[in-house]
């Protein structure tokens, strides 16, 4: 759910097809869903489903989702955030605008239809920060949404994370120390980043460790 919490659920496949089975019950009740919500699944790995729920009226996510997931209802909510505050400087690597920057991933599922990139973490990482390719932004991402907060979700974990940008570069400004401490990243280790959600730009991330 996008608050970061994670149901596991059996499938049950009869005549009919796959049924949601065992844990769907646990699941519908701790999210108070009712007769007519609308859902959303979206796949982000195999056997891992992104749910968002709507009013069927307004076509709206719910407020409760959106207020749990900034104020951080997660398993982090009671970890004090950190503010890296980097700023890069324009000698800093290359122009991250450039359409070369990244390649589209073909991820875990390619005809899923999500949009991946990758990165491999170097030096410059692991001492500053993480900078998201501007070409990748430009082309998946409304320019406006670098004013909001993006998440970042692993395995089932969300992560707030606050971006910064000059006219050539998108940077993470805060936390990505602590991301980068919980999930032990590491030089060398390649990060995927699969954008799961263009509107409130959620990211489903997985690592390919050495």
Not at 155 to 183: E, M, P, Q, Y
Request: aromatic letters at 12%; a negative charge.
């Amino acid at each position: 759910m996008p608050h970061g919490r994670s149901w596991p659920v059996r499938l049950l496949n009869i005549a009919s097809g796959c049924h949601f089975h065992t844990g769907w019950t646990e699941f519908r009740l701790s999210n108070n869903i009712i007769h007519d919500d609308v859902l959303t699944f979206t796949m982000v790995d195999a056997g891992i489903f992104h749910v968002k729920c709507y009013n069927p009226r307004t076509g709206c996510p719910r407020l409760s989702d959106l207020q749990e997931g900034v104020y951080g209802a997660s398993d982090h909510s009671d970890v004090p955030s950190t503010s890296d505050d980097y700023v890069p400087s324009d000698t800093d690597g290359g122009d991250s605008s450039d359409e070369d920057e990244y390649a589209p991933d073909p991820g875990v599922l390619p005809d899923d239809g999500c949009s991946t990139f990758t990165v491999t973490l170097d030096s410059s990482n692991m001492s500053r920060s993480l900078e998201i390719p501007m070409a990748f932004w430009r082309r998946h991402i409304q320019m406006i949404s670098l004013q909001d907060p993006v998440y970042f979700n692993v395995n089932g974990d969300s992560w707030f994370i606050v971006l910064d940008h000059s006219d050539t570069k998108i940077w993470v400004k805060r936390d990505w120390r602590r991301f980068k401490a919980a999930n032990n990243l590491v030089v060398g280790m390649r990060c995927h980043f699969k954008l799961i959600d263009r509107n409130d730009v959620q990211f489903y991330v997985w690592f390919d460790r050495a």
